[in-house]
């Protein structure tokens, strides 16, 4: 029997979801669902890796006889090979899908999840990838483990999932299918509750997010 899961922004999401939404922020809000327990355990720590990279990209370069202007990727890739850290891809970029599973793989696995209920829409935001790459070959493939798309997807890229949709790649608001929404700085509206504000001319799409664990 498919396994139903709620996994949204704002409230009745699941404790996984809350935790990366706290402990990461909302790009590591990232494709959990359906993951094994090892799984998210790497994706979280491979976007705290991410998260770290982001704030404070000389703070892990102290070490070693590298030096400090030379990123973790750049060593172990070739600074010709690989984008610097700081210089992420956009979701417009020609490689921002590259190893990503397509949408109708992602349509698939939506109805893997949601048995009942309406067909649902194409995400606005990520054109039903549900995320995009950040960095592509950022990361070894581990010691034998094939070369496949679906293995660089999991393991070599650095990539971030899609906060409109939770990584689905498809939404259930039609709201969420035809603007893809830049939301303000939140509204604070309780403990540790904030409303967020699309700015996007005609949408004016709220949602809550609960930063408490
Ligand atoms: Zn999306
Ligand atoms: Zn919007």
Request: with cysteine; proline share 6%.
């Amino acid at each position: 029997m498919a396994k139903t899961v709620n996994f949204r922004v704002g409230r009745g999401r699941t404790r996984e979801a809350r935790k990366a939404f706290s402990s990461h922020g909302l790009l590591a809000a990232m494709d959990l669902v359906g993951m094994t327990d090892d799984e998210k355990r790497a994706a979280l720590a491979k976007h705290a890796h991410a998260a770290g990279a982001q704030q404070d990209p000389s703070a892990k370069e102290s070490a070693g006889d590298v030096p400090p202007s030379q990123s973790r990727v750049e060593r172990e890739h070739g600074a010709e090979q690989v984008q610097h850290e700081s210089q992420y891809l956009t979701a417009d970029h020609p490689d921002a899908y590259v190893d990503f599973p397509t949408p109708a793989d992602k349509l698939a696995r939506w109805r893997q999840y949601h048995t009942m209920g309406p067909e649902p829409f194409i995400c606005a935001r990520c054109k039903g990838y549900g995320g995009h790459n950040l960095v592509v070959n950022a990361y070894p493939l581990p010691a034998g483990v094939e070369d496949t798309p679906e293995n660089r997807h999991k393991y070599c890229h650095l990539s971030s999932s899609c906060m409109q949709c939770a990584g689905w790649g498809y939404v259930t608001d039609r709201r969420d299918a035809v603007c893809a929404h830049e939301f303000d700085q939140g509204t604070s509206v309780g403990h540790c509750l904030k409303d967020y504000t699309c700015q996007k001319p005609g949408c004016g799409r709220v949602i809550a997010i609960d930063s408490s664990d």
